[in-house]
């Protein structure tokens, strides 16, 4: 009963607290669909905080998922109202379902990418985007509160680069998350903290960078590599890199392409750690040390 009374506590904070902050949103999904819409179409420009903000979604056979997200996404509103996406973009990545229409219905642009890969289809999407300050990825699984994405941006207006949603540091409901991919992601996070000396607890999907450190990192990734690629760029480059907390939900609908099938969870795992090794093979060929990146709350 207590922690419920907090949760409601925090869930009225005009601010979303980063890092040490924890609270459920549950609850909290009072956005209209219609009202998200009528943003959208009538050119309304997205502004947080004085950035402009433009959301990428590579989604594949999300029919069932892939409005709520962007119905969601395009309902968030900053402390004067306005809407805070400025631009939306789905990268339908060769589904054979109507994920492309159902994304388009809610309020979002789409683009196809028959070719399979995840960071294909974030890079079709990205070609697509319109100019804006900061990028947010998320999934189109319906995997992460909506609402939560406005930590992400907090961070970036306290001063980081590049924002994590960790879903190690926020709740995770039951089934959420398969044990490869947790087993998957603390390996990973142990590799970059062996090789490159920087704490990391998750390698999630959910996340905002600035679009000029987005361009400095040059992604290339074109599979499972794109999110720890974008990460161990982000050490190497020295960028301000912030994590926060993020719950992660289990998916209603469908099935996860990574934690689904026994296909996805190989493929990932070989994305993911090829990748880490190629980027620490290039720096030490480079015979360039990594810079010092900047870690924690940026405002504090």
């Known amino acids: 009963m207590i922690e419920d009374l907090l949760d409601r506590y925090w869930a009225r904070l005009p ?9 459920d949103v549950r609850g909290t999904r009072r956005h209209i669909r219609s009202d998200a819409q009528a943003a959208s179409r009538s050119g309304s420009v997205g502004v947080y905080a004085g950035m402009t903000v433009g959301v990428v979604v590579p989604a594949r056979d999300e029919e069932q998922n892939i409005g709520s997200v962007v119905v969601d ?16 973009v789905v990268c339908d990545n060769g589904s054979t379902d109507a994920t ?24 079709t999407a990205l070609a697509a985007l319109r100019p804006v300050d900061v990028v947010l990825f998320t999934d189109g699984d ?18 980081a680069d590049l924002a994590i949603g960790s879903r190690a540091m926020g709740r995770r409901e039951p089934g959420a998350l398969s044990w490869p991919q947790m087993a998957g992601n603390r390996v990973a996070s ?17 996340r905002a960078i600035r679009s ?17 690629e974008m990460q161990v760029k982000a050490i190497q480059h020295g960028l301000r890199i912030v994590e926060v907390p993020v719950d ?20 990932a795992g070989a994305g993911i750690l090829s ?18 990146p900047g870690r924690g709350n940026p405002k504090q």
Not at 190 to 206: A, F, N, Q, S
Not at 248 to 267: I, Q
Request: proline content about 4%; aromatic content about 8%.
């Open 248 to 267: 992660a939900l289990r998916r209603r609908f469908g099935r996860s392409k990574v934690g689904g099938t026994l296909r996805g969870v190989v493929g």
């Open 73 to 88: 996404l395009l309902a968030l509103r900053n402390d004067r109202g306005a809407p805070v996406v400025d631009d939306f």
């Open 212 to 228: 000029q450190a987005l361009q400095r990192l040059n992604m290339q990734d074109r599979t499972y590599g794109w999110t720890v």
């Open 142 to 159: 319906r995997s992460f509160h909506a609402v939560q994405g406005l930590r992400l941006l907090e961070a970036i207006d306290g001063g």
């Open 275 to 292: 990748m880490i090794a190629r980027l620490r093979w290039r720096e030490a060929r480079s015979g360039k040390p990594a810079c010092s």
């Open 100 to 123: 492309a229409t159902r994304a388009r219905e809610a309020g979002a642009r789409t683009v196809r990418q028959d070719t399979p890969g995840y960071g294909l289809a974030c890079l």
């Open 15 to 23: 601010k979303y607290g980063i890092l040490a902050l924890r609270f």
């Open 190 to 206: 142990v590799l970059i903290r062996l090789l490159w000396g920087v704490p990391v607890t998750d390698l999630g999907p959910y």
